[in-house]
Every structure is written in C-alpha cells, then in structure tokens.
C-alpha cells in the first residue's frame, strides 16, 4: 500500500518548487553569463562548487536543526521548536564570521590549481564575493528547516521565488552592466547572488519574528550542552556535504587541467543536472520530514515505507530526465554554450557528456532519497564514515588517471560508477536497520 505517498507529494511539492527555484537562479546565472565571456561560464562551475563545498559544511549543520524542529512537531512540543530552530540560528552566526575571515585565503588557492590566468582570476573573484556573504544562505537554510520541518514548505517556496527574481534582475544589470549599473561579469553575478540571499534571510527573520521566536528569551539561551548534543548529529551531516563537494570540486579542478572547453562542458552538464537533480532533492527532504516527525511520534515502524515509497517517486522523476538529457543533448548543451571560437567544440563533447549524466541519475535517486532518510533519523556518524571512504578512493583513482591519461570521458566514466558505489551502501544500510539504533532529541531537548 502506498500509504505515504500522498502526504510525501503535499510536502515534496513546494519543496520541489523550492530547490527548483535554485537550480533556475544557477542557469539564470550561467546564461547570463555565456552572453559575457566563455571564460566567466569556464570559471563559473569551479568557484561556485567550492563556494558550496565550504558553505556546504555550514549549511548542513544549521539545516540539520530542521531535523530537530520534525521531531519536536512529531512530538507536539512548541517550545522545543523554537528552541531548535535558535540552535541553526546560532549555528549561521558563527558561518557568517568564518566566512568573512577565510574568504582571501582560500579564494587565493584558484591561483594555483593550473587553470589559465583569465580563468583563475574569475574564479577567485567570484569566491571571494559569496563567501564573505556566507551568513545569508546559511542562515536562510536553519530557518527554510523550521518551516518545513512544521509543515509549511509552501512558505519556503514563496521566500526562494522572491529571491530567484531578485537575483535575475541584479544578474542583467551588474554582469551585462544594464540599467546603468557598472558591468562587472563575473563579480556581477557574485554580488547579485549575495544580495538574493540576504533578501531572503530577512524575509524568513521577519516570519520567525512574527511568530514570537525571536523575542523568545527562553528559546535563543545559548546552552552549552544542549548545543554540543546538537553539533555532534549536525556536524557529520555538514561533513558529509563538504565531502561530496570536494569530490565535484577536485573533479571540476581534474577536468580544468584538460582544458578550458572541457571544463566548460562539465560545468554546463552540472547545471544542466540541476534540473533533475533539485527537485529530487525536494522530495529527499519531504521524505525526511515525513521520516523524523514518524520518529518523533514514536512510529519506527514507518520509516521503512516512507523511504521506499519516496525512492519510488524519486525515480519516476529521474528516469523521465535521463531520457530527456539522452535524447536531447545538443540543444541542452548549446543553450549555454554561448557564441564564440569553441561553441560547437563545446556542444560536440557535451553531447557525449550529457549521455552520462543520463547514466547516473538513474541510481541517484538512491543516493538522495535515502540518504536524506538516513540523515533525518539520526544515522549521521555512520553515513559520514562510509561516504568519506568511499569519496577518498574515487579521489585517488581520478588523481592518478588524471596523472596518467587524463581524459574527458574517462573522468566521467569514474564519476558514474562513484555515484553507483554509494546508491548501493545506502540501499543496504536503510534495509539493514542499523539506523533504528541512532537517537536525535534527549529528553532535555524534548522541553
């Protein structure tokens, strides 16, 4: 019986709304700037990976109070709420220092990794840019978990299409220099997706605020213990973000090595990618509200169904995009390739490119949904583990092909099978369960 669908499609749909809306602002960004220069859409996809992979880490901690807050709305607890929801706040604050200080350095190490000069300048630009504006996004990820992990995902959609349209409109104006703003390429697109983010952390401020949290004394006391408790689930969750990050990071970096064309066709294929990609990720977090709010309710015995019935929705998605992305490559691909020397060596290779995307999304779907399931019911330690083994040996083989025989499709055939490694590991881990030994709230987080 498919019991858990209906309730999974009520949640999953403005969430899926939500992470598509994302996926929109990054294309936005990448056809705007294929209308500047090939060498900004070159620089693009490595900078804005290592903006996430470092935000990333941040980011999965303060999400993870949305975990927090499922479980005390499983349990009725609206104290226990805003208190979680004060623990992502908390969390995004420190971000937002961290940011700012390891901006320069880190943004310094694109200089170094091989890339032409042009592009390396790019890329620093660009991170230098969103990672001083690291508080925003961060921030706007603890409190999207609040009102998600109470029910209220349509909101989040409202607060991601205010933004998405903000940052489509700074894009035109500061990368093409439209409107009399000053064209800054690249930078432009930084400080435009800066802006968007700091909209939307303030719209979610202003609803949290309306609801009594911010006022909440009780609520934003800063707790030594009940903030250790929370980092120790949180942190392997941030970790495990980080690592998959770094593994798309260096892959970007391997593949930059080859040259600058196919570097752009990677980097077009991952948002590309975004299509199928953040709208399965709509669905992951619907399947771990559902999954921690069971928990929270005491009802272990359906955290089984809502996985599988969720990993049966998810790959219905992604099936229809990979024949959509098998079956339509040239035209995906030359939507971003732009007008210049290397377009039609760029739609050529990503032709064949596209064809492994198509490849993995079939598996993903594993990845995702069950991942995030596993995530939401506390098995964080045990997936961080197996996902830094697991993403140090892809490593390892790439560096030393790239060594060796570096090649476009290789590298991609590498990466395939990397994302069919963990679909399996999680697929056994979810079916074992292991997972039903891990805990989330203590009683002193109950309230």
């Not at 949180?234 to 998959?244: D, K, L, T, W, Y």
Request: hydrophobic share 55%.
């Amino acid at each position: 019986m498919l019991t858990h669908i209906p309730s999974l499609l009520r949640l999953a749909l403005p969430l899926i709304l939500s992470t598509s809306t994302i996926t929109l602002m990054q294309i936005v960004d990448a056809f705007v700037l294929s209308l500047h220069s090939s060498t900004a859409v070159a620089a693009m996809g490595p900078s804005s990976m290592a903006v996430v992979l470092f935000q990333g880490f941040l980011f999965g901690i303060a999400a993870y109070a949305g975990t927090f807050v499922a479980y005390n709305h499983g349990r009725g607890d609206t104290s226990g709420i805003h208190k979680s929801t004060w623990l992502g706040i908390q969390t995004s604050l420190m971000a937002g220092v961290l940011g700012l200080v390891m901006a320069w350095p880190l943004g310094s190490l694109f200089l170094f990794v091989g890339h032409e000069p042009d592009v390396a300048l790019a890329e620093r630009t660009y991170f230098w840019i969103c990672m001083a504006g690291s508080l925003f996004p961060v921030l706007s990820g603890a409190l999207a978990g609040w009102l998600a992990g109470t029910g209220r995902a349509t909101t989040v959609t409202w607060v991601t299409m205010t933004a998405f349209v903000v940052n489509a409109v700074l894009d035109w104006g500061f990368i093409l220099g439209e409107w009399g703003l000053p064209r800054l390429g690249i930078a432009g697109a930084a400080l435009g997706t800066v802006i968007a983010q700091a909209v939307a952390a303030s719209m979610y401020l202003l609803l949290f605020g309306q609801e009594g949290g911010l006022g909440n004394r009780l609520a934003r006391a800063f707790h030594w213990h009940e903030f250790a408790h929370f980092l120790k689930l949180a942190m392997p969750m941030g970790f495990r973000i980080s690592v998959e990050l770094m593994a798309w990071t260096f892959f970007l970096l391997a593949v930059g090595r080859i040259g600058t064309v196919e570097l752009a066709v990677s980097s077009i294929a991952f948002r590309i990618n975004g299509l199928a990609f953040f709208p399965a990720m709509g669905l992951a977090q619907a399947a771990g509200i559902l999954a921690a709010q069971a928990r929270g309710a005491g009802r272990d015995q359906d955290i089984l169904p809502i996985a599988w019935q969720s990993l049966a929705v998810c790959e219905a998605w992604l099936l229809v995009m990979a024949t959509l992305f098998a079956t339509a490559s040239a035209p995906l691909v030359a939507i971003f390739a732009g007008q210049t020397p290397e377009t039609g060596q760029i739609i050529q290779a990503g032709i064949i490119v596209m064809k492994f995307i198509a490849a993995y999304c079939l598996f993903d779907a594993a990845n995702i949904v069950f991942g995030g399931v596993l995530g939401a019911v506390g098995d964080t330690r045990w997936v961080a583990r197996t996902f830094f083994g697991v993403t140090c040996f892809f490593l390892v083989v790439l560096g030393l092909v790239d060594w060796l025989y570096p090649n476009l499709y290789l590298e991609w055939t590498l990466s395939t099978l990397y994302i069919l490694a963990t679909a399996v590991l999680w697929t056994l881990r979810i079916q074992s369960g292991a997972w039903r030994k891990a805990r989330v709230l203590r009683e002193k987080m109950a309230g």
